[in-house]
């Protein structure tokens, strides 16, 4: 069974930068592509990056874009998600997910799921 794990969530000031990280390990590690959604209190998860395992093509949603940066380890099994010029909306659950073409494309289809990892940008 794979399993992510993320780390690297803190709380910062706006316009501060973090890094996120996600570690993949267990069972096959033969996913399509990887990706990081977030949560906020109140509001349904949205996809905020991703990334094919494969081919290395990112996107965005367009309210990081220009900020976030994703790159994948191979070697490590890993992702990374590079978030600078936070904002107070940028608060939230960030978890990372593994999946299917459609999850860079409509950020459906994960199968596997970390437990998250809690951004908080306030002044």
């Known amino acids: 069974q794979l399993q992510l794990v993320e780390s690297g969530g803190e709380t910062v000031q706006p316009g501060g930068s973090l890094k996120l990280s996600c570690a993949a390990s267990?069972?096959?590690?033969?996913?399509?592509?990887i990706g990081w959604f977030r949560q906020a209190p109140g509001k349904e998860r949205e996809g905020v990056s991703c990334?094919?395992?494969?081919?290395?093509?990112?996107v965005y949603s367009s309210s990081v874009e220009g900020r976030f940066t994703i790159s994948r380890d191979k070697a490590k099994n890993a992702v990374s998600l590079q978030m600078n010029d936070l904002r107070p909306e940028d608060t939230g659950v960030y978890s990372c997910?593994?999946?299917?073409?459609?999850?860079?494309?409509?950020?459906?289809?994960?199968?596997?799921w970390g437990q998250g990892t809690q951004v908080t940008v306030t002044s």
């Open positions: 997910a593994t999946g299917s073409y459609r999850l860079c494309v409509s950020w459906t289809g994960a199968d596997h």
């Open positions: 267990g069972g096959t590690a033969d996913y399509f592509a």
């Open positions: 990334i094919g395992s494969t081919s290395g093509t990112a």
